[in-house]
């Protein structure tokens, strides 16, 4: 689909304005979380701290080498959280006051806390094996890691709409119905086996409204938010649904966890001689690759590598939404309601229609709603043109 130049006639001035005024007020902080973030990967990694945080929190757990990793492991996860907490609380409060959040922050807090859970059961025992890894071989250690980063990566991806789904979302079936029944036929005409039509209950939290297709094989479902459900014209509901499973069509999550793999795979021995560097080490006050004060420093340069790597995969998630959107509008052959499906979520979610390039480039995992609408519109000309 062409990246055509959006017009700004879709959207009243106050939509526009609405829709500006939230970015700028919300961008600052959710830019500071992340510089805050990163900030303190650098200070822990690229100076003794982290060591001297990591030997003294193994210390109050008996100072054994699995002390200090496990130990060490559970302070940079907290901390990271206690660091990015502030920015985060910012950004619901800005989110409230234009009416986006429903939950309240006690609901937020325990959020929060689960999802700190997650990171601490997920990050814990692998810096555990990847310590173990390094200590038993300090050269290759890096071999076996590349192949387990792969197959975490593959397992990861598996088992997110089967675990870590319903830790944050409730899900119930879509009572049999019209709309059920349209959303199976879309997807059986689609040739895409589809388990079941799931509503979630996302106005616990929000009056966002999306959609979504997750699940491999015999797990996959259609995932419908109740705000959605409760708001849009069921024909919309089936064009955001099109949309998602445009990326099932396209392999785009096997794809992209086959890509992530990979880059796992990759990444690896590059840490892994990033992190054999001498001078890095001793900046870090770690003796050795294997120590666990080296933590820190490792924790940092994967940072560092996920920060750099951002626009490129902003890049590449956009042309795959790109490619979904096109392949909604050829499966239904409705473009003027899928105009209509993309502003009604651009009011609804509060979004900046009309964000500027370099904020786009540089941080958009989706096109600008104007640039899909105005794609929508030169995808609807060339086809009366035929």
């Not at 690229?46 to 109050?60: E, I, N, R, Y």
């Not at 250690?141 to 088992?159: D, H, I, K, Q, R």
């Not at 050795?288 to 590449?316: E, F, H, I, M, Y």
């Amino acid at each position: 689909m062409a990246d055509t130049a959006p017009a700004e006639g879709d959207f009243t001035p106050r939509e526009r304005e609405r829709g500006r005024a939230l970015r700028r007020s919300r961008l600052p902080w959710a830019l500071g979380g992340r510089s805050a973030s990163l900030a303190l990967s650098a200070v822990l990694g690229f100076t003794p701290a982290g060591a001297g945080l990591v030997g003294t929190v193994g210390g109050w757990f008996g100072g054994s080498w699995a002390a200090e990793v496990l130990a060490g492991a559970a302070a940079l996860v907290l901390l990271g959280r206690v660091v990015t907490l502030p920015f985060s609380a910012r950004v619901r409060a800005v989110s409230a006051r234009y009416g986006l959040v429903t939950q309240g922050w006690g609901g937020w807090a325990v959020d929060a806390l689960r999802g700190t859970a997650v990171a601490l059961a997920l990050f814990l025992p692998l810096a555990l094996g990847l310590y173990a890894l390094i200590g038993r071989s300090p050269s290759h250690w890096w071999l076996p890691a590349a192949a387990g980063a792969a197959l975490l990566t593959v397992a990861l991806s598996f088992l997110h709409p089967l675990v870590f789904e319903p830790l944050f979302n409730r899900f119930s079936p879509l009572s049999d119905g019209e709309l059920r029944t349209a959303l199976l036929e879309l997807a059986r005409r689609d040739g895409i086996a589809v388990r079941d039509v799931l509503v979630a209950d996302a106005s616990r939290r929000t009056t966002a409204l999306n959609a979504y297709v997750s699940g491999f094989g015999p797990t996959r479902r259609i995932v419908v938010y109740d705000t959605l459900l409760s708001t849009a014209e069921p024909r919309e509901i089936e064009l955001v649904a099109a949309h998602e499973l445009g990326h099932v069509k396209h392999r785009d999550v096997a794809t992209g966890t086959v890509l992530g793999a990979l880059g796992a795979a990759v990444v690896v021995p590059v840490l892994a001689a990033l992190l054999a560097w001498r001078p890095l080490l001793d900046a870090a006050g770690a003796p050795a690759s294997q120590d666990p004060r080296s933590l820190p420093l490792l924790a940092a340069l994967a940072a560092l590598l996920g920060a750099l790597s951002t626009p490129a995969q902003c890049a590449v998630s956009r042309r795959i939404e790109t490619r979904a959107d096109r392949h909604a509008l050829e499966l239904t052959g409705d473009a003027r309601q899928f105009i209509a499906m993309q502003r009604r979520l651009a009011v609804a979610n509060v979004a900046d229609p009309y964000p500027p390039r370099a904020v786009e480039l540089l941080l958009a995992t989706h096109p600008s709603t104007g640039r899909r609408i105005a794609a929508a519109r030169a995808w609807l000309a060339i086809r009366e043109a035929r």
